[in-house]
C-alpha cells in the first residue's frame, strides 16, 4: 500500500513548526525520475554533495562543484511538486565567508528552484547561517559527522562521544539560534542525538542517530540497495535493487548472445495499421 501524497509542499517555516511532532521523512534524490517517485510520500527532499560518491564514483564529496548541484538540483525540481526541496551547497562553496556563501546560496536556489540550502558545521558557521537568514536563503544545518571535513575529523568516524558530546550540543544549539529551521545529525550517539533534540528548539534529522529525532533522512540509493559499494550501520536496505539489477543485466546479455531477443514481438512488420510505437 503506498503513501498518499500531499497537494502542497511543506515550506522551511512548516518545518521548523513540526518540531515534537509526526517525525519528518527526508530522502536524497539526484534524478527526476527517483524525484517524481517520492514527490509528496516524503516531506524533505534532499539534493546530496552525495550525488559525487553514488553517481560520478567519486572518493568523496569533496570534488563535487557547483555545476554538479545545479545539474541535478534542476533534474530533481522537474520531479518536485508537493516535497521541500533542500539543495546541499558543495564543499569550497560557503566556508570563505558569509559573501561567498551567500552568493553561491543565491545561485543555486535561482538556478535549481530549491527553497532552502543545506551547509555543514556548527558553532563557527553559525555566523554565515546567520547572515543567510537575514537575506531570505532558509539554512538547514548539519552536525556531527559532516562529510566536507572527512580528512580533519580523520575519516567516517562516530561524533561526540564522551566529552565531545558537549561541544556537538553546542554547535547545534548555535545553529539553531542561528536560524537554521532544522538540522542534521549524523552518525552520532543515539543518547546524545536524544538530549540535543530535546534541548534545540529546530527539528533534527536523523541519520545515524536515533529513532528519537524528530526526522530521518538516508540516501535513497542506500536504502534501495542500489549503491552496494558502502555500507555504514545505519543504513537499512528496504529492497535489494542492485542485486535484481545485475541480475536483469545478465539475463539481457545472456538472451542477447543466444539471439533470443529481439524476438518477433519486439520486432516491426513492413506494414501495420494504426501501428504507432
Known amino acids: 500500500m503506498s503513501a498518499t501524497p500531499r497537494q502542497t509542499a511543506p515550506t522551511p517555516a512548516a518545518i521548523r513548526a513540526a ?10 534524490a539526484y534524478t527526476t525520475p527517483t524525484a517524481r517517485m517520492m514527490d509528496g510520500v516524503v516531506d524533505i527532499v534532499l539534493v546530496g554533495d552525495s550525488v559525487g560518491m553514488v553517481l560520478h564514483g567519486l572518493p568523496s564529496t569533496l570534488g563535487v562543484t557547483m555545476e554538479m548541484m545545479i ?7 522537474r520531479g518536485l511538486g508537493a ?19 551567500f552568493a553561491n546560496a543565491a545561485r543555486l536556489m535561482s538556478e535549481t528552484g530549491s527553497e532552502a540550502v543545506k551547509l555543514e558545521g556548527g558553532r563557527h558557521m553559525a555566523d554565515t547561517i546567520r547572515f543567510l537568514v537575514a537575506r531570505g536563503v532558509p539554512v538547514m544545518a548539519h552536525v556531527g559527522l559532516t562529510p566536507q571535513s572527512v580528512h580533519a575529523l580523520g575519516g567516517y568516524k562516530v561524533q561526540g562521544r564522551g566529552a565531545a558530546g558537549e561541544a ?7 545553529v539553531a539560534e542561528a ?5 542534521v545529525l549524523e552518525k552520532v550517539p543515539a543518547a546524545l542525538a536524544d538530549r540535543v533534540t530535546s534541548e534545540v528548539p529546530i527539528p533534527t534529522i536523523g541519520i545515524g542517530a536515533s529513532a528519537g529525532c524528530d526526522g530521518q533522512v538516508l540516501v535513497v540509493d542506500d536504502m534501495l540497495g542500489l549503491f ?6 545505519f543504513v537499512k536496505r528496504f529492497a535489494t ?8 543485466i545478465a539475463a539481457y546479455a545472456g538472451e542477447v548472445r543466444a539471439r533470443t531477443f529481439p524476438a518477433e514481438e519486439h520486432t ?10
Open 71 to 77: 545539474l541535478h538540483g534542476q533534474a530533481v525540481r
Open 228 to 233: 552496494t559499494e558502502f555500507r555504514p550501520k
Open 268 to 277: 516491426f512488420a513492413d506494414t501495420a495499421p494504426g501501428e504507432t510505437t
Open 168 to 174: 556537538l550540543i553546542a554547535d547545534a544549539q548555535a
Open 241 to 248: 535493487l542492485g542485486e535484481r539489477a545485475e541480475a536483469a
Open 19 to 28: 518540531k515534537g511532532g509526526t517525525p519528518l521523512v527526508a530522502l536524497t
Open 83 to 101: 516535497s521541500l526541496m533542500v539543495v546541499d551547497m558543495p564543499f569550497g562553496s560557503y566556508e570563505a565567508g558569509p559573501e561567498t556563501a
Open 179 to 183: 536560524g537554521a529551521f532544522a538540522v
